[in-house]
C-alpha cells in the first residue's frame, strides 16, 4: 500500500558529508510527519530529526548544527543533509512516516534502513 524507501548511505570518513533521501510512494492522501532514527549496534533506536508539513523541525542534541532535515512536499520526499560526521554517527538510519491513507486515517510507516558508516 504504502513505501517509504532510503538512499545515499555510504562509507564516510570523519568530518565528511552526506546526504540521505527517503521517497514515499504508493496509495495515499497526505504526508504529516517525516523524519529520520537511526539505531546503532546495541543500542535503541533514536530520534535523529524531524519535520511537520509546515516546515517545523526537531533534531537530537547530538545532530543539532550538524544535520539539516528538509522535504519537497510535492514529491513526497524526505531529505537529511549531514555535515561534519563523526564515528559515532555511525548507525542504520530510518525514514519514518505519519501519514494519511485515506481522509480519516493516518497511520505510521517505516523504510528498511540505510546504512551510514563513519571512519576515524
Known amino acids: 500500500q504504502v513505501r517509504l524507501v532510503e538512499s545515499g548511505g555510504g562509507l564516510v570518513q570523519a568530518g565528511g558529508s552526506l546526504r540521505l533521501s527517503c521517497a514515499a510512494s504508493?496509495?495515499?492522501?497526505?504526508?504529516?510527519?517525516m523524519g529520520w532514527y537511526r539505531q546503532a549496534p546495541g543500542e535503541q533506536r533514536e530520534l535523529v530529526a524531524r519535520?511537520?508539513?509546515?516546515?517545523?523541525?526537531d533534531y537530537a542534541d547530538s545532530v543539532r548544527g550538524r544535520f539539516t532535515i528538509s522535504r519537497i512536499n510535492a514529491e513526497n520526499m524526505v531529505y537529511l543533509q549531514i555535515y561534519s560526521l563523526k564515528p559515532e554517527d555511525t548507525a542504520l538510519y530510518y525514514c519514518?512516516?505519519?501519514?494519511?491513507?485515506?481522509?480519516?486515517?493516518?497511520?505510521?510507516?517505516w523504510g528498511q534502513g540505510t546504512q551510514v558508516t563513519v571512519s576515524s
Open positions: 519535520i511537520d508539513k509546515g516546515g517545523s523541525t
Open positions: 519514518n512516516a505519519d501519514l494519511y491513507v485515506s481522509d480519516w486515517s493516518l497511520r505510521n510507516y
Open positions: 504508493g496509495t495515499f492522501v497526505s504526508i504529516s510527519v
